[in-house]
């Protein structure tokens, strides 16, 4: 498999090669320092730039800056940054093949902030600024930069994170680091917890944020005072765009794509109704005003009124699929009040896609022998509409407030048919399932960065409320026994009803659930520097407190023919058979499914602590290290059997942490570090609930469920990282890194040994997971001159994991991998743009190993997704300064989605193994205009 992917790499660098010697130029580079002109320190995060040009670069820790692939000319070099008076530099020359070298100081400017106009702020956004980030950072961190994500055309977080080192992406929407399950990651939408619409993950579902919006994303994989414990694998923090003062933009993106095997098909749905072209379709399938519990206390003729107050959308509706629509506007902006300056970022996208995917489905007794096999035909219309609105003031002294605003509102309306047979064999089925989910997430923050006037203390604070909701109306599931039909006899359908009065929302019934969560945060951090023995040692303390509040609810009813009934309705088809004619004492009965667990609340209270001490021993070892302090309780309470269960679980931990670094020279250090953290169970882990799994034809119980008395444990991780980083140039990156963590009763998903197939959550007893990393940004021009505008970005993780199951799991591995855990992630990619950027060519592959999906036991073996490799292409083209083309191809390969069992039991898993569920994704194809009122600068006059 290693070999597989390494040769497809090269082959990529092959192609794309030949158009880097064709299209080079002659080009130089700019290179110097500039110092504060009263103290002589380095002036970090200015801004050089070369006028007319989009050419500029960052100032790093020690006032240094670079800008590389110059064309040859005369420029005019403007330095500015906050509280300095800016400087312009006529007359600098570049030449081909050259380094000219351009130092010199800035004065301050002891202006007060209402006197003069801001002149700039330091911008976050760009490859050179993200890297010199990555590089200050006092724990092991990866990025990528919006200047990145425009040359991959992703669009949205989820296809972003992807790009960064060892991470990889579950179900389009939830991410693994290093290899490691979605539990075990954290993620922070700009410094405060991100909020979760999931009912049944503990992740954040980053297809909510489209790419467009992001400054960028940046992965913790240490633990640190100042973050936060829960997480093992990284810590995503995804940053929005911020407001660029003294510049106004207003740009547009609308793109179009083609998917293969979908757009221009067959597609099914249900009824449509008002609002669901913008996602707002779940209103409108709600259970009607005022429906009681239908309980047996009911006579028939006030259960039938009830009954046929339900909406008939049984029916299936053929339409074409149309090509995906993608569409983003965003504005930047400053607005005048009085004498203050505040900088403004508006945005708004909208996206209608679609997808038909032709699933195979089978199932396998315990010797690994077919025993049910279905194929299903699933069409799925995916809307998404969000806005964002930033508003940003600079206080004087470099301090700053910020008020941020993201909302975001998806929609999912999906037809499944799926054919087959099970019982080995005995039983022709077809079922249906049809189902509408609404999605809303928002989130507002309010956030100040402040300064003493000595520059020694800073303190900064972040105020966070978050809102998500997921409305699931009327998933509709009902199947039928099929007898096949013969040339004189048609096929006759009928349909798999219960008993009278049995309700079996599973093949005759429909389910309404709603869950909501409100999230209320506050992150505060105050450092403070002091002299030491000749050091200026920073001593840092902070605070964060979260509550998190959820309420979830569902009502499921189930059709049952009564005992008086016409057994010939039940050969109706899907449209037709539950039509309100059809409910009565001759035809069909509702009855409702009054189990308590279809409901839960819960609410979740954190507050943590921490203090951090900065310790420079020399100019080049540094020592970062402190302790958090968190205490936590969570609090769920339902019913079970018809009595209510509470379940309060306080935990208190200490996580100490030591980060120590090495400055071998200007480019190159060591890291070395340790940290403690943990992982806390999910409510919907932990609720007394089950559902049905449509998709794997399973049950999914919480843990309390099944073990009402005893809650799960929150694991504890030690984390341990040895880490190399060389940095050739401030826009260029090689690092080479080793890791272990060692885990304390870690939670995984596993099967539940009953009659039918099921899964819960459960602690192993320990587990370890140890590997290598190698990340390569790099410009190729160091293999031949011709090469100096394509640039190479890459990375490898090998993990090697092993859990220790312990009591309450039965599997004929009981050292088998963790759960979720994949053993290789390799990421590559290839730019090319020629100097002016007038064209930007991006080639960009990934690969992850077999990773297990859900824990197996010794009667039912481990559920795998095999390794699938993509290749992505993309081709931008700016054809005026306001106007730019991108065309893209996505899974070139277009390899199956393939998830198995090793029923073999030899820990191998292969193709050959029996699959549970595949399919193709299809290649997907996209053309798209960006236009822009910024003018793009003219080409520099030798």
């Given at each position: 498999?290693?070999?597989?992917?390494?040769?497809?790499?090269?082959?990529?660098?092959?192609?794309?090669?030949?158009?880097?010697?064709?299209l080079a130029q002659s080009t130089g580079r700019i290179e110097g320092t500039y110092k504060d002109a009263k103290n002589q320190e380095g002036v970090i995060g200015g801004t050089v730039r070369l006028e007319n040009t989009t050419f500029a670069a960052p100032t790093d820790e020690k006032g240094h800056y670079l800008l590389t692939?110059?064309?040859?000319?005369?420029?005019?070099?403007?330095?500015?940054?906050?509280?300095?008076?800016?400087?312009?530099?006529?007359?600098?020359?570049?030449?081909?093949?050259?380094?000219?070298?351009?130092?010199?100081?800035?004065?301050?400017?002891?202006?007060?902030?209402?006197?003069?106009?801001?002149?700039?702020?330091?911008?976050?956004?760009?490859?050179?600024?993200?890297?010199?980030?990555?590089?200050?950072?006092?724990?092991?961190?990866?990025?990528?930069?919006?200047?990145?994500?425009?040359?991959?055309?992703?669009?949205?977080?989820?296809?972003?994170?992807?790009?960064?080192?060892?991470?990889?992406?579950?179900?389009?929407?939830?991410?693994?680091?290093?290899?490691?399950?979605?539990?075990?990651?954290?993620?922070?939408?700009?410094?405060?917890?991100?909020?979760?619409?999931?009912?049944?993950?503990?992740?954040?579902?980053?297809?909510?944020?489209?790419?467009?919006?992001?400054?960028?994303?940046?992965?913790?994989?240490?633990?640190?005072?100042?973050?936060?414990?829960?997480?093992?694998?990284?810590?995503?923090?995804?940053?929005?765009?911020?407001?660029?003062?003294?510049?106004?933009?207003?740009?547009?993106?609308?793109?179009?794509?083609?998917?293969?095997?979908?757009?221009?098909?067959?597609?099914?749905?249900?009824?449509?109704?008002?609002?669901?072209?913008?996602?707002?379709?779940?209103?409108?399938?709600?259970?009607?005003?005022?429906?009681?519990?239908?309980?047996?206390?009911?006579?028939?003729?006030?259960?039938?009124?009830?009954?046929?107050?339900?909406?008939?959308?049984?029916?299936?509706?053929?339409?074409?699929?149309?090509?995906?629509?993608?569409?983003?506007?965003?504005?930047?902006?400053?607005?005048?009040?009085?004498?203050?300056?505040?900088?403004?970022?508006?945005?708004?996208?909208?996206?209608?896609?679609?997808?038909?995917?032709?699933?195979?489905?089978?199932?396998?007794?315990?010797?690994?022998?077919?025993?049910?096999?279905?194929?299903?035909?699933?069409?799925?219309?995916?809307?998404?509409?969000?806005?964002?609105?930033?508003?940003?003031?600079?206080?004087?002294?470099?301090?700053?407030?910020?008020?941020?605003?993201?909302?975001?509102?998806?929609?999912?309306?999906?037809?499944?048919?799926?054919?087959?047979?099970?019982?080995?064999?005995?039983?022709?089925?077809?079922?249906?399932?049809?189902?509408?989910?609404?999605?809303?997430?928002?989130?507002?923050?309010?956030?100040?960065?402040?300064?003493?006037?000595?520059?020694?203390?800073?303190?900064?604070?972040?105020?966070?409320?978050?809102?998500?909701?997921?409305?699931?109306?009327?998933?509709?599931?009902?199947?039928?026994?099929?007898?096949?039909?013969?040339?004189?006899?048609?096929?006759?359908?009928?349909?798999?009803?219960?008993?009278?009065?049995?309700?079996?929302?599973?093949?005759?019934?429909?389910?309404?659930?709603?869950?909501?969560?409100?999230?209320?945060?506050?992150?505060?951090?105050?450092?403070?520097?002091?002299?030491?023995?000749?050091?200026?040692?920073?001593?840092?303390?902070?605070?964060?407190?979260?509550?998190?509040?959820?309420?979830?609810?569902?009502?499921?009813?189930?059709?049952?023919?009564?005992?008086?009934?016409?057994?010939?309705?039940?050969?109706?088809?899907?449209?037709?058979?539950?039509?309100?004619?059809?409910?009565?004492?001759?035809?069909?009965?509702?009855?409702?499914?009054?189990?308590?667990?279809?409901?839960?609340?819960?609410?979740?209270?954190?507050?943590?602590?921490?203090?951090?001490?900065?310790?420079?021993?020399?100019?080049?070892?540094?020592?970062?290290?402190?302790?958090?302090?968190?205490?936590?309780?969570?609090?769920?309470?339902?019913?079970?059997?018809?009595?209510?269960?509470?379940?309060?679980?306080?935990?208190?931990?200490?996580?100490?942490?030591?980060?120590?670094?090495?400055?071998?020279?200007?480019?190159?250090?060591?890291?070395?570090?340790?940290?403690?953290?943990?992982?806390?169970?999910?409510?919907?882990?932990?609720?007394?609930?089950f559902y049905y799994d449509f998709d794997f034809n399973a049950l999914n119980y919480g843990s309390l469920y099944l073990n009402p008395t005893t809650p799960l444990k929150v694991a504890s991780i030690d984390n341990f990282d040895l880490r190399y980083e060389w940095y050739p140039t401030p826009g260029e990156l090689v690092h080479?890194?080793?890791?272990?963590?060692?885990?304390?009763?870690?939670?995984?998903?596993?099967?539940?040994?009953?009659?039918?197939?099921?899964?819960?959550?459960?602690?192993?007893?320990?587990?370890?997971?140890?590997?290598?990393?190698?990340?390569?940004?790099?410009?190729?021009?160091?293999?031949?001159?011709?090469?100096?505008?394509?640039?190479?970005?890459?990375?490898?993780?090998?993990?090697?994991?092993?859990?220790?199951?312990?009591?309450?799991?039965?599997?004929?591995?009981?050292?088998?991998?963790?759960?979720?855990?994949?053993?290789?992630?390799?990421?590559?990619?290839?730019?090319?743009?020629?100097?002016?950027?007038?064209?930007?060519?991006?080639?960009?592959?990934?690969?992850?190993?077999?990773?297990?999906?859900?824990?197996?036991?010794?009667?039912?073996?481990?559920?795998?997704?095999?390794?699938?490799?993509?290749i992505d292409l993309s081709l931008t083209k700016t054809i005026t300064p306001s106007l730019s083309f991108n065309a893209g191809v996505q899974d070139l390969l277009n390899q199956r989605v393939n998830l198995v069992q090793d029923y073999a039991r030899d820990g191998k898993y292969t193709a050959a193994d029996p699959s549970l569920?595949?399919?193709?994704?299809?290649?997907?194809?996209?053309?798209?205009?960006?236009?822009?009122?910024?003018?793009?600068?003219?080409?520099?006059?030798?």
């Amino acid at each position: 498999m290693q070999n597989t992917a390494t040769k497809a790499f090269f082959v990529l660098l092959l192609c794309v090669t030949p158009a880097g010697i064709v299209l080079a130029q002659s080009t130089g580079r700019i290179e110097g320092t500039y110092k504060d002109a009263k103290n002589q320190e380095g002036v970090i995060g200015g801004t050089v730039r070369l006028e007319n040009t989009t050419f500029a670069a960052p100032t790093d820790e020690k006032g240094h800056y670079l800008l590389t692939n110059v064309p040859a000319g005369t420029y005019t070099v403007i330095i500015s940054s906050v509280s300095y008076k800016p400087l312009t530099v006529p007359k600098v020359v570049v030449t081909a093949g050259k380094t000219t070298v351009l130092d010199g100081k800035l004065d301050p400017d002891n202006t007060q902030l209402g006197e003069v106009s801001v002149s700039g702020v330091r911008r976050t956004n760009t490859e050179v600024s993200v890297i010199n980030e990555i590089r200050q950072a006092n724990v092991v961190v990866s990025g990528i930069s919006s200047e990145q994500i425009v040359k991959t055309q992703d669009r949205d977080a989820a296809e972003v994170v992807r790009r960064i080192p060892g991470v990889t992406v579950v179900d389009n929407r939830f991410i693994q680091v290093r290899g490691l399950s979605d539990r075990y990651n954290t993620v922070w939408l700009n410094d405060v917890t991100a909020p979760s619409s999931e009912t049944d993950r503990k992740s954040f579902s980053f297809d909510i944020v489209p790419s467009s919006l992001i400054d960028r994303v940046l992965v913790f994989k240490d633990p640190s005072p100042e973050l936060p414990g829960d997480f093992a694998g990284g810590l995503v923090k995804v940053y929005l765009r911020k407001p660029i003062f003294n510049e106004k933009q207003f740009t547009v993106n609308y793109s179009s794509g083609y998917r293969q095997g979908t757009t221009g098909r067959d597609f099914f749905t249900d009824r449509p109704q008002t609002g669901d072209a913008f996602g707002f379709g779940a209103t409108k399938r709600d259970l009607p005003n005022g429906m009681p519990p239908l309980s047996t206390a009911y006579q028939q003729y006030e259960r039938d009124f009830y009954a046929k107050q339900l909406d008939n959308n049984f029916g299936i509706f053929k339409t074409k699929a149309m090509p995906d629509m993608r569409f983003n506007a965003a504005y930047l902006t400053q607005i005048k009040l009085g004498e203050l300056e505040i900088g403004s970022v508006s945005s708004v996208n909208y996206t209608n896609s679609y997808t038909r995917f032709g699933i195979n489905r089978n199932q396998s007794d315990a010797s690994g022998q077919r025993t049910d096999q279905f194929r299903d035909d699933q069409s799925t219309q995916n809307i998404r509409l969000g806005a964002i609105q930033n508003f940003s003031l600079v206080l004087p002294h470099g301090g700053r407030l910020e008020w941020r605003n993201l909302y975001s509102q998806q929609a999912r309306n999906q037809q499944v048919t799926r054919d087959g047979a099970d019982d080995n064999n005995v039983l022709n089925r077809r079922s249906y399932l049809q189902g509408y989910q609404g999605r809303t997430t928002y989130t507002s923050q309010v956030a100040g960065t402040h300064k003493a006037a000595d520059e020694k203390t800073s303190f900064d604070w972040v105020g966070g409320y978050g809102y998500s909701a997921r409305n699931e109306p009327d998933l509709r599931r009902l199947s039928y026994q099929i007898t096949p039909g013969t040339d004189n006899s048609p096929e006759i359908q009928t349909a798999l009803t219960p008993a009278a009065g049995q309700v079996d929302v599973n093949n005759a019934g429909r389910l309404y659930q709603k869950l909501s969560e409100h999230t209320f945060t506050l992150n505060a951090n105050l450092k403070r520097t002091v002299d030491v023995a000749d050091r200026k040692v920073e001593i840092g303390a902070g605070t964060y407190l979260e509550y998190r509040r959820r309420a979830f609810r569902a009502r499921a009813f189930g059709y049952s023919l009564n005992s008086g009934g016409m057994q010939g309705l039940k050969n109706e088809n899907v449209g037709n058979i539950f039509s309100p004619q059809n409910i009565g004492s001759d035809g069909f009965r509702v009855d409702e499914d009054l189990n308590s667990t279809y409901r839960y609340g819960a609410h979740n209270e954190l507050e943590a602590f921490y203090l951090s001490l900065n310790i420079p021993f020399t100019d080049k070892l540094k020592l970062v290290t402190g302790a958090r302090y968190e205490r936590n309780v969570q609090f769920i309470e339902t019913g079970l059997n018809g009595q209510p269960v509470t379940q309060r679980t306080p935990t208190n931990f200490v996580l100490p942490s030591a980060n120590l670094s090495y400055n071998l020279n200007a480019t190159n250090l060591v890291r070395a570090s340790y940290g403690r953290s943990l992982n806390r169970p999910e409510f919907r882990e932990a609720a007394p609930f089950f559902y049905y799994d449509f998709d794997f034809n399973a049950l999914n119980y919480g843990s309390l469920y099944l073990n009402p008395t005893t809650p799960l444990k929150v694991a504890s991780i030690d984390n341990f990282d040895l880490r190399y980083e060389w940095y050739p140039t401030p826009g260029e990156l090689v690092h080479i890194g080793a890791f272990y963590k060692n885990f304390s009763n870690p939670i995984e998903n596993t099967v539940v040994l009953t009659t039918n197939l099921a899964y819960t959550f459960a602690n192993a007893s320990s587990a370890y997971a140890y590997g290598v990393e190698l990340d390569v940004k790099k410009n190729l021009a160091f293999v031949n001159d011709a090469l100096k505008n394509l640039s190479v970005v890459g990375n490898v993780s090998l993990i090697k994991s092993q859990v220790t199951l312990g009591d309450g799991f039965v599997s004929w591995n009981s050292k088998r991998a963790l759960q979720g855990q994949s053993p290789y992630v390799y990421n590559g990619g290839l730019y090319f743009n020629t100097p002016d950027n007038s064209w930007q060519v991006t080639a960009l592959y990934n690969v992850f190993g077999p990773r297990i999906l859900f824990a197996g036991s010794d009667q039912y073996p481990d559920v795998v997704e095999l390794p699938r490799h993509t290749i992505d292409l993309s081709l931008t083209k700016t054809i005026t300064p306001s106007l730019s083309f991108n065309a893209g191809v996505q899974d070139l390969l277009n390899q199956r989605v393939n998830l198995v069992q090793d029923y073999a039991r030899d820990g191998k898993y292969t193709a050959a193994d029996p699959s549970l569920a595949s399919y193709r994704r299809g290649t997907y194809y996209t053309l798209g205009l960006r236009f822009s009122l910024q003018p793009r600068p003219a080409t520099p006059v030798p």
